[in-house]
């Protein structure tokens, strides 16, 4: 039996993708508004019960080829700005160094925050 994340994982595979990937490469400019674009965006980063205290799972999403995160900054009780996962918080430097380092392998598309 197939657990539900692993399920998840074989549905966003590249090779199960009704995607063609030709059409990853920029062939326009970019320059309408945000509007005029499809912007893939990824449940699974934002969902708190599914997150846990992985910050990886902002990494998985962008892997998938996710544009859009949320990615929810609190302040902790001496005031540094931490990550909301779930029950558990993260450092904020920490998650964006793994976005920095992973936003754009996949391809070259802007990145909403």
Excluded: Q
Aim: charged letters at 20%; hydrophobic letters at 40%; glycine letters at 6%.
């Amino acid at each position: 039996m197939i657990s539900f994340n692993n399920f998840g994982s074989l549905l966003a595979s590249k090779r199960n993708s009704a995607f063609n990937e030709s059409a990853k490469a920029l062939t326009h400019n970019m320059t309408n508004p945000l509007s005029d674009y499809f912007i893939f965006t990824d449940a699974t980063a934002t969902n708190k019960h599914d997150a846990g205290n992985n910050i990886n799972v902002y990494e998985m999403s962008l892997k998938r080829g996710c544009r859009c995160l949320r990615v929810d900054v609190s302040a902790d009780k001496d005031g540094k700005p931490v990550v909301l996962l779930g029950n558990t918080s993260a450092s904020a430097e920490d998650v964006l160094k793994i976005i920095a380092g992973k936003a754009f392998e996949e391809n070259k598309f802007p990145l909403i925050l």
